[in-house]
């Protein structure tokens, strides 16, 4: 019962601070008186008491049961507890610039870029004048471009994420044999369900308009298999003005030109798991059938994508995530709270 109170790192140490030969303080002991007074006011639940145990004083807090012969130091040190809210708090409000992800990027779609090779760091593209067995499908013979797909491009999102995409109607590509003639922005030819690709890999196939940009969410890994259903964008289906979508994880979906025919943002929301997104081009042999084709798809468009921002408008004051608003919160709280304890 004469167990020396002494709070490793603490503010005393029992054996110094005996003062008129009755008070001894150990850290906590200090804390509760200090908080004592307003304590009870508010809730009455701290209560110190002095105990004299072979001419030594303890404290303890009656809430959390601590016998009076317990040693002071199993409580954190009066200096931690007030420092402890403090670092938190700003530990929350560092961490807030790499959470609030709010952005706009402007990025340049190819022809070649074929969405179906998202993620695809496994592959070896062949030239393009080699077939691919097990790849895209080629033309059997030469093409005046000699094109050789691309990986699309892609952006880090978090599951969540509100993705915008906006098209500045620059650019086009030529999606047949040739260079020039006729080409298509990321509406495509405009009419919905004119193109049916199956699955390749483990991204899903696409039903929507022929040529149109599409876009396809992915977690970390590379999606070689199991494919998820096809989204059906015609428009017995989903069509092309939905507002909001929420594709599954490796669910190619239709972006087109990125608004309503109502001039409308349509809003793409990442799912579980998501860490990318990625942008790219629908082809095939007539825009059906197995993916491919893109061997001759010169040409190129901008867009620009908005994550959780609008994409039409330059970024003067970017908007933090829902979770780094709570963060923000979080932080604020107890820094108030923590300032209130010293
Ligand atoms: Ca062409
Ligand atoms: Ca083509």
Redesign the pocket.
Known sequence: MNRVISSRNNVCDYRNRVHGGQISICGCRQFLQQRQTSLRKKTNRFVIQQLSLSGRDFAYHRNRAFHPAEDCSMLPSSFARRLAPTLLALLCLAALPSLARATVVASTIK?SDSIWLAGRTDLLIPDASQPWPGGMVRHAGPT??EIKETLPPGFAVTAGSVIRVLDPASGGI??????G?TTYGPEGNGVPGSSSISAFGGLSGYLGTQGALVGVFLSDGVPVSNPPATLDFTNAGLGINFLTLAPELQQVFYIGNGVTSGGVFQEFIAPAGATRVFFGISDSFNFNGAPGAFD????AYQIRVGINEDPGNPITNPVPEPSGLLLLAAGMGLLWRSRRSI
């Open positions: 022809g005046p471009e030529s999606f047949f044999n040739g260079f003639g001759d798809n010169d040409g």
